[in-house]
């Protein structure tokens, strides 16, 4: 069965230091998986997705099948990534991408 | 940017009562997606919708619980008959064609079962 762990309910950081978000999985498939975010009073959007190796808005995240891990990094943290993080492990079957969600990190980046 | 919409934002219901939850997918879109968010818990996958049938469903959409496309554009969930542990978040989301495709989501609708 498919799992996602997000260790860390909350994590503070100060503005310009790095942030790590950890993510572990567990899955008995090839898995993909991604970083969603959510802003206070905003909806879920998609951060960054492994396949992509993309950056965006500072962060990347790699997936590390060795350690089934899948954390979040940004190496200067800015107020504005104060928010809600949740890993998410694709459970695809057929054509459909059916979302497996860790409980999420909440972000808080002090000035 | 194209959007999925859900109605209504919050919706207050009777245990035991029937609800509808809607949505409306991105035109372009042909996967849709449920998922709910019990308060302090995380998102759960609920179930997926495909070419008019349900593509794979979790253990909590049992037999209270069904989606349809009745119009070509709006995704609705219906719960038949509320319980008190129905209270959630819902949320809608939709891709656009494989799913590798990203999901958007929709701002969700908060129910409340009394």
């Known amino acids: 069965a498919q799992r996602v762990t997000q260790p860390e309910k909350l994590l503070s950081v100060f503005k310009g230091a790095p942030v790590e978000l950890k993510c572990n999985y567990s899955y008995s498939g090839s898995p993909e998986l991604f970083w969603y975010v959510q802003y206070s009073r905003q909806r879920l959007q998609l951060l960054l997705r492994?396949?992509s190796r993309e950056s965006i808005k500072g962060f990347t995240a790699d997936l590390n099948k060795g350690e089934t891990s899948f954390h979040l990094k940004k190496p200067f943290a800015q107020e504005e990534d104060s928010a809600m993080y949740y890993c998410a492990l694709s459970g695809r079957r057929g054509g459909a991408n059916n979302l497996f969600f860790g409980t999420g990190t909440r972000l808080t980046v002090i000035p | 940017e194209p959007e999925v919409t859900q109605t209504p934002s919050h919706q207050v219901t009777q245990m035991g009562q029937e609800v509808i939850l809607r949505c409306v997918p991105i035109s372009n879109h042909l996967y849709f997606y449920w998922y709910r968010q019990i308060l302090g818990q995380k998102v759960e996958f609920l179930v997926s919708?495909?070419?008019?049938?349900?593509?794979?469903k979790s253990e909590i959409f049992d037999d209270q619980f069904s989606v349809e496309r009745p119009d070509g554009s709006n995704f609705t969930l219906k719960i038949r008959s509320t319980k008190l542990e129905d209270s959630a978040m819902y949320f809608c989301?939709?891709?656009?064609?494989?799913?590798?495709?990203?999901?958007?989501f929709g701002d969700g609708t908060r129910l409340s079962i009394l």
């Open positions: 989301a939709s891709s656009r064609d494989r799913g590798d495709q990203p999901q958007h």
């Open positions: 492994h396949i």
């Open positions: 919708f495909y070419n008019n049938e349900i593509s794979e």
